[in-house]
Every structure is written in C-alpha cells, then in structure tokens.
C-alpha cells in the first residue's frame, strides 16, 4: 500500500504533530504550530527538527527521515521583520543520504514560516498612575485546549487549573475524559 504520513516537528523540548493523512505518496497539512523565544535579539540555541513518519495500524511507526533549521538560521529568522513570510522546501534525509519516494524522486518537505510579534499578556489593560485606594482582580481561568494523552495510551486526560496567588491556591472543577476543557471559573483577589 502507500504511505500514511504525519510529520512531528520538535523544537526547545516541544514536540507537534500533524495529522495523519491517510494513504498518500503526496500530503498536504497546512497545519500552523507556533514556538517562540523569550528574546529575539539572542541567539536560539535549539535546531528546529522536522521528522516524518509513516502510520502503521498494526505495528509501530516507522521514521522515514527528517530535515532541521539550524539554530543559527532560526536566531536570523526570530530576527526577521514582523509579518514577512517566507517558504522552504527541505529533502528529508535518513542515514545520511536523500530519501527516495515511490517515482524515485527525493522526498520533500515544504516548510512555511511567518514573523508574528508574541502575545503580551492582558495587552489592553493600561495601568492608572494615579491609582490609589484597594482594588480587586476578578480572573476567569476560561479554558484549555489541545491537551496531551496523560491517562494511559487510550484515556484523555482529566484537567483542573489551580491559580496561586499570595500563598493561596484557587482549583477549577474537574473535567472528566477530555483534551478541551472550558471552566469559566471566577476568583477573586484582592
């Protein structure tokens, strides 16, 4: 049969993994994962690593080879302006040597990137100069999602949040057998 491909990109002890595209020679993810560093301006010391494997229902996965972005390319590219893009194709290697498809070809791998600026936490709240007199955050731990296998190989996992805050500690409910989990739980500190 062909080749049931998913791709595990790894950088700085993250891993992300694709879909699985089911009996292809040819697949396409468009699938948007993020890593980001702390500081632009230094220097990352981490490659970036992209890994390919093939899907076997009845046995265990086989690596068919992998490409990385050094971390010296990938300190230019945290450097780069906010919103350019860029796009790379990389041949996947394994041993040392190009991989080969089905048609003989080298196996490739198209890598899309684009420069964002990170989150800054709570970006809108401007704090007051003048502010005096006692005040209260009220903070609504909201959700999670995407949450990695924790139970075992075929259970979900069970989340809670627990907020600490001046030696207190505040706990969501538990959500039972889910990889999304929305709390909307409300805490109050003052």
Known sequence: GSCDPYTILSFGGLEYRTETVKNSYDAEWNQTFVIETDDAAASVT???????WDWDKASKDDEIGSCKVPAVRLSELFRGKIDSEATETFT???????????????C????????CEAPVPFA????????????????????????????GMFGKCD???????Q???YR?????NTYDATWDAIFALE
């Open 46 to 52: 981490s490659d970036c690593v992209f890994s390919l």
């Open 92 to 106: 996947i290697m394994a041993d040392g040597k190009a991989v080969r498809g089905h048609d003989l070809f080298k």
């Open 108 to 115: 490739q791998l198209t890598v899309k990137i684009k420069v």
């Open 124 to 151: 809108p709240l401007v704090a007051e100069d003048a502010a005096q007199g006692s005040r209260r955050l009220e903070v609504t731990v909201a959700s999670v999602k995407h949450l990695p296998k924790m139970d």
């Open 159 to 165: 989340p809670y949040a627990v907020l600490a805050f």
């Open 167 to 169: 030696g207190i500690e």
């Open 172 to 176: 969501t409910e538990t959500k039972k």
